[in-house]
Protein backbone atom coordinates (compact mmCIF):
# COMPACT_ATOMS: atom_id res chain seq x y z
CA UNK A 1 0.00 0.00 0.00
CA UNK A 2 1.44 3.62 -1.18
CA UNK A 3 -1.64 5.72 -0.08
CA UNK A 4 -1.15 7.90 2.62
CA UNK A 5 -4.71 9.61 3.71
CA UNK A 6 -5.09 13.54 4.18
CA UNK A 7 -4.34 12.66 7.95
CA UNK A 8 -1.43 10.97 8.12
CA UNK A 9 0.29 12.98 5.10
CA UNK A 10 -0.37 15.77 7.50
CA UNK A 11 1.50 14.15 10.29
CA UNK A 12 4.57 13.22 8.47
CA UNK A 13 4.38 17.11 7.05
CA UNK A 14 3.97 18.20 10.51
CA UNK A 15 6.85 16.10 11.64
CA UNK A 16 9.77 16.33 9.54
CA UNK A 17 9.27 19.69 7.95
CA UNK A 18 8.62 21.82 10.49
CA UNK A 19 9.20 22.82 14.03
CA UNK A 20 5.51 22.01 15.49
CA UNK A 21 5.01 18.58 16.87
CA UNK A 22 3.07 15.59 15.64
CA UNK A 23 1.10 12.86 17.84
CA UNK A 24 2.94 9.52 16.92
CA UNK A 25 0.09 6.73 17.04
CA UNK A 26 0.42 4.51 19.64
CA UNK A 27 -0.89 0.87 18.16
CA UNK A 28 -2.17 0.24 14.49
CA UNK A 29 -4.84 -2.06 13.43
CA UNK A 30 -6.25 -2.94 10.25
CA UNK A 31 -9.46 -2.72 8.72
CA UNK A 32 -11.05 -4.57 5.78
CA UNK A 33 -13.20 -2.42 3.15
CA UNK A 34 -15.76 -3.81 0.46
CA UNK A 35 -15.59 -0.66 -1.30
CA UNK A 36 -12.37 1.81 -1.42
CA UNK A 37 -11.67 4.26 1.17
CA UNK A 38 -9.83 7.44 -0.52
CA UNK A 39 -7.23 9.44 1.19
CA UNK A 40 -10.14 11.89 3.14
CA UNK A 41 -11.55 8.52 4.18
CA UNK A 42 -15.21 7.04 2.92
CA UNK A 43 -15.36 3.52 1.65
CA UNK A 44 -17.32 0.92 2.93
CA UNK A 45 -16.08 -0.54 6.30
CA UNK A 46 -16.84 -4.54 6.65
CA UNK A 47 -19.75 -4.00 9.57
CA UNK A 48 -21.27 -7.99 9.56
CA UNK A 49 -20.22 -11.19 10.89
CA UNK A 50 -18.92 -10.50 14.68
CA UNK A 51 -16.11 -8.16 12.45
CA UNK A 52 -13.74 -5.97 14.18
CA UNK A 53 -10.07 -4.07 13.47
CA UNK A 54 -7.62 -6.14 13.96
CA UNK A 55 -3.89 -5.44 16.01
CA UNK A 56 -0.92 -4.91 13.25
CA UNK A 57 2.38 -4.60 14.28
CA UNK A 58 5.58 -3.21 11.92
CA UNK A 59 8.96 -3.74 11.42
CA UNK A 60 11.49 -0.74 10.89
CA UNK A 61 11.61 0.60 7.82
CA UNK A 62 13.94 -0.99 4.56
CA UNK A 63 16.64 1.63 3.60
CA UNK A 64 17.03 2.06 0.66
CA UNK A 65 13.30 1.99 -0.15
CA UNK A 66 11.23 3.46 2.91
CA UNK A 67 8.86 0.15 3.21
CA UNK A 68 7.57 -1.65 5.95
CA UNK A 69 5.57 -4.85 6.91
CA UNK A 70 3.40 -6.31 9.19
CA UNK A 71 5.34 -8.79 11.89
CA UNK A 72 3.06 -10.33 13.42
CA UNK A 73 -0.35 -12.67 10.85
CA UNK A 74 -3.51 -10.83 11.22
CA UNK A 75 -6.30 -12.59 11.00
CA UNK A 76 -10.45 -12.10 10.47
CA UNK A 77 -12.75 -14.58 10.61
CA UNK A 78 -16.39 -14.27 9.85
CA UNK A 79 -18.53 -15.22 12.44
CA UNK A 80 -22.64 -15.15 12.28
CA UNK A 81 -22.38 -13.69 8.57
CA UNK A 82 -20.46 -13.22 5.75
CA UNK A 83 -18.33 -10.13 5.29
CA UNK A 84 -18.88 -9.81 1.27
CA UNK A 85 -16.01 -9.40 -0.99
CA UNK A 86 -13.16 -7.29 0.45
CA UNK A 87 -11.55 -5.41 -1.45
CA UNK A 88 -9.35 -3.05 0.00
CA UNK A 89 -7.36 -2.94 3.86
CA UNK A 90 -6.87 0.45 5.76
CA UNK A 91 -4.40 1.07 8.74
CA UNK A 92 -6.25 3.08 11.71
CA UNK A 93 -4.71 4.27 14.84
CA UNK A 94 -8.04 3.31 16.51
CA UNK A 95 -9.64 -0.10 17.00
CA UNK A 96 -13.24 1.92 16.10
CA UNK A 97 -13.36 5.22 15.05
CA UNK A 98 -9.77 6.82 15.28
CA UNK A 99 -7.37 8.18 12.17
CA UNK A 100 -7.23 6.25 8.81
CA UNK A 101 -3.63 6.76 8.20
CA UNK A 102 -3.36 3.95 5.17
CA UNK A 103 -5.42 2.89 2.37
CA UNK A 104 -5.09 0.31 -0.71
CA UNK A 105 -6.39 -2.33 -3.01
CA UNK A 106 -5.97 -5.68 -1.78
CA UNK A 107 -3.46 -7.61 -4.66
CA UNK A 108 -6.41 -10.27 -5.45
CA UNK A 109 -10.06 -9.28 -4.09
CA UNK A 110 -11.56 -12.11 -1.53
CA UNK A 111 -15.31 -13.42 -0.46
CA UNK A 112 -16.06 -13.52 2.75
CA UNK A 113 -18.19 -15.85 3.62
CA UNK A 114 -19.75 -17.08 7.32
CA UNK A 115 -17.22 -19.20 8.90
CA UNK A 116 -13.94 -18.25 6.64
CA UNK A 117 -10.76 -16.57 7.47
CA UNK A 118 -9.27 -13.95 5.58
CA UNK A 119 -5.14 -13.73 7.02
CA UNK A 120 -2.50 -11.88 5.77
CA UNK A 121 0.67 -13.63 7.01
CA UNK A 122 3.63 -11.79 8.31
CA UNK A 123 5.37 -9.56 5.57
CA UNK A 124 2.06 -9.66 3.25
CA UNK A 125 0.88 -6.42 5.18
CA UNK A 126 3.71 -3.42 3.13
CA UNK A 127 3.84 0.12 3.48
CA UNK A 128 5.92 2.06 0.85
CA UNK A 129 6.74 5.84 1.09
CA UNK A 130 8.14 6.55 -2.59
Not at 42 to 66: I, K, L
Amino acid sequence: MAALSDYAEKLLLDWSMTTGSATRPTAWYVALYTAAPSDSGGGTEVSTGGYARQSVTFGAASSPGGTTSNTNTVSFTASGAGYGTVTHIGIFDNVSGGNLLWHGSMTASKTVADGDTLEFSIGNIDLTLA
